[in-house]
């Protein structure tokens, strides 16, 4: 086992294939060795750190950790900070925290779950934190924002104005949409 292993990377990389995996074919067809081989692990780590497909593909539809780094602000900040956090997660981990849902709507089954997880774990969730009418409404118009804004960073990498504008610059353009969203009464 390598270093980067151990230090952690190597749940990273399983996570990151293990996501690309299940949002690009049917569960069934997805292997250990499968997401092993595109982590540059092997297959016995992954169970050892997750257990069963069953048990990894359950991390993989979590979408609650996503949610509480997005969330974990007050509602009259939380659209800069909502649009700060995605960023960070795009920047510093290669990976959209919510971006992967729009690539497990095309089957069914286990897509499925995916899809209910993501409702209940963020767009219900952040429902419940507005305050006003239309909240239902208002968290699946700033979650349609995040998811946006998400695939245009992801659509025109690796060299995009998108990609090499200040965070806090993208969050002085893009949060007041969001925030007009999060305060309206």
Known sequence: ?????????????????????????PYAEVTMRGIAADAGVSA???????????????????FGPAADLLFDAPL????RHMVLSLVH???????????????????QDERSVMKERFREQVTARLASRLEGDERRLRAELIVGLLLGLGAAISLHRPDSATEAADPAHLADLYAPALQALVVRA
């Open 89 to 107: 997660s795009r920047r510093e981990n290669q990976a959209d925290p919510l971006l992967r849902v729009v690539f497990g709507l095309g089957n």
């Open 44 to 62: 016995s780590l992954i169970v050892k750190r997750f257990g069963t497909k069953e048990q990894l593909f359950s991390t993989v539809t979590d």
């Open 76 to 79: 009259d900040e939380l659209g």
């Open 1 to 25: 086992m390598t270093a980067d292993v151990e230090a952690g990377t190597g749940r990273d990389a399983i996570l990151r294939a293990a996501r690309r995996a299940f949002t690009l074919r």
